[in-house]
C-alpha cells in the first residue's frame, strides 16, 4: 500500500512539473536583426524614451520616460509587426551597474547618439 501511495504522489508530482519543463512558447518578433557585430554584444546606439512603456511579458523591458537606453540590436520589420530594438537600461542609482535587457518598441525613443552603424544581419534564435 505505501508504495502504491508513492507511486502516486511521485506521478502527481512529474504532472504538475511538466508544465514548468516544457515552456511557454512565444512567436518570434523576426527572423533577422541588425547589429554593429556577429555576437551583437557591442553597443549601437544611445537612445533616450519619449514615453513610458509596460512590457507586456519577459522578453521586453520597462521603459520611463527621459531614461537613456544602451541599444545592441534592431530587429528587421516584417509583415504585421512592430520595430523593436533590443537594449539595456540602468537603475536609476547610477551604483546599479546591473542592467535589464530586452526589447522595446523604437516608436517610443530618439536615436541620442549612433557609436557604429548596424551593418551586420544576424539571424535570430
Known sequence: MTRRVHLVIL???LGLMSPLVTGIFMD??????????DD???TISLARAEEDYNAPDCRFINIKKGQLIYVYSKLVK???SGEFWAGSVYGEQYEDHMG???YFPSSLVSEQ??????NKTVPTT
Not at 518570434?28 to 557585430?37: M, N, P, T, V
Open 11 to 13: 506521478l502527481l508530482c
Open 28 to 37: 518570434k518578433l523576426a527572423s533577422k536583426k541588425l547589429c554593429a557585430d
Open 40 to 42: 551583437c554584444v557591442y
Open 78 to 80: 516584417e509583415k504585421d
Open 100 to 102: 535589464t535587457v530586452g
Open 113 to 118: 547618439h549612433v557609436y557604429q552603424e548596424a
